[in-house]
């Protein structure tokens, strides 16, 4: 079980830190990704991070603003969020994959690799 949590309304240039907590599993021993999806497009990815910390992958877009952290005694994943812009504004979505992906020393940014999805958190950037 995934819950996402930090969104909310801000201005352009501002900050947000999403978290991921997991319950029923440890994070900590899978690969983790965050995915973003505007009214109108796909989900695409954001970013992501491997299940032993060794690989972290950003989506150019969001490549020098964003940065993934993983607190496995929180047993959470945070989206740290910086230089916000009003294009970043979506619904943001965590996910897990399957233990069978064996994403140990890599993460990926698509869709179809990931299993177990939160329920998504709403961040909205004003201009």
């Known amino acids: 079980h995934l819950v996402e949590s930090g969104g909310g309304l801000v201005q352009s240039g501002g900050s947000l830190r999403l978290s991921c907590a997991a319950s029923?599993?440890?994070?900590?021993?899978?690969?983790m990704g965050w995915f973003r999806q505007a009214p109108g497009k796909e989900r695409e990815g954001v970013s992501c991070i491997s299940s032993n910390g060794s690989s972290t992958k950003y989506a150019d877009s969001v490549k020098g603003r964003f940065t993934i952290l993983r607190d496995s005694a929180k047993n959470t994943v945070y989206l740290q969020m910086n230089s916000l812009k009003p294009e970043d504004t979506a619904v943001y979505y965590c996910?897990?994959?399957?233990?069978?992906?064996?994403?140990?020393?890599?993460?990926?940014?698509?869709?179809?690799?990931?299993?177990?999805w939160g329920q998504g958190t709403q961040v909205t950037v004003s201009s």
């Open positions: 029923g599993f440890t994070l900590a021993y899978y690969a």
């Open positions: 996910a897990v994959p399957d233990a069978k992906r064996d994403m140990f020393t890599y993460c990926s940014h698509s869709t179809a690799d990931y299993d177990y």
